[in-house]
């Protein structure tokens, strides 16, 4: 069965590659990924706008080969006119969908940056462009890790809907029961749109042990331990995250989730092969 048959929500996320042989293999990776059948493929925005040029630069070439390419932004330094001009510049190129968000002050800059909230860059691009483009916030089941209280997570979280939000994809998680309390609790606070899981498939243990403690997202205890048995030897690894990454997409599906939004480092395995193993293309 397809992902179309099932409607569900199927994405890819790629980073913007620095030298041009990244940009030629992204441009591999996403043809690949792209007989997956894709709703869309989005590319993140540096902390700061320090990948604007690139950032521009992929969605501008995927535009070119037709694909649905979706711009993450943040408001880093920019000025109003500057973020107009890039939105615009994206309207023009034919571009619908846009990721916003406050993103994280680049390293280096201490507090000197002053930080716009999501829910104003979604109340900024609503009114300048009306409904023109779909806007995807970020949520956080496990909550963000500057957050004061739960409830005033899920609270911002209904403000960015309120500011005009459609949908939301989160930070990645490997505890369903933490996506499933979220939603509940989402709910309660009024929020009725898609809440999209996004979905880490495993590659370097090490890597995303590191980035997970700085982002929030926690590995189970069980994980780390199952991983740490594999060191040394990958393939065993990758065999075991596949299945498990699998299992937690099966277990969200089967409960609802409106669909899938991987982050894919880039690579084509092991999301294709989790993609392939659920079903959602042939
Ligand atoms: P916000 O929703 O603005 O929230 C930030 C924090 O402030 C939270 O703790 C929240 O509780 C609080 N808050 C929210 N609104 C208000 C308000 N109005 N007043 C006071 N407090 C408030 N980072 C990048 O740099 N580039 C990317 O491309 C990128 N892509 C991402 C994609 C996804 C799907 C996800 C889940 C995250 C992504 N991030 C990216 C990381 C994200 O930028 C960081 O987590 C950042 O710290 C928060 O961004 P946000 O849009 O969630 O912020």
Redesign the pocket.
Known sequence: MSNEDKDINLSFEFFPPKTEQGQEKLKAVRTQLNKLNPDFFSV????GGSTRDNTKGVIKAMREEGLPAAP?L?FGGDHEETMYEMVDGYKSIGVDRI?A????MPSGMGAAMQMV???ELVAFIREKFGNHFHLS????PEI?P??RSYR??VR??K??FDAGANSA???YFYNPDAYFYFLEECGKEGIDAPIIP?IMPITNYQNLARFSDA?GAEIPRWIRKRLDDFSGNNESLTSFATDLVTELCETLLENGAPGL?FYTMNQIEPTRSIVLNLGLSE
């Open positions: 993140t925005y540096g902390a993450h943040s990721v968000l406050r993103g994280d909230y999501a829910n916030v970020a949520a956080y963000h500057e957050a005033e997570d911002y979280l403000g960015k994809i989160t930070q996004g982002c939004h």
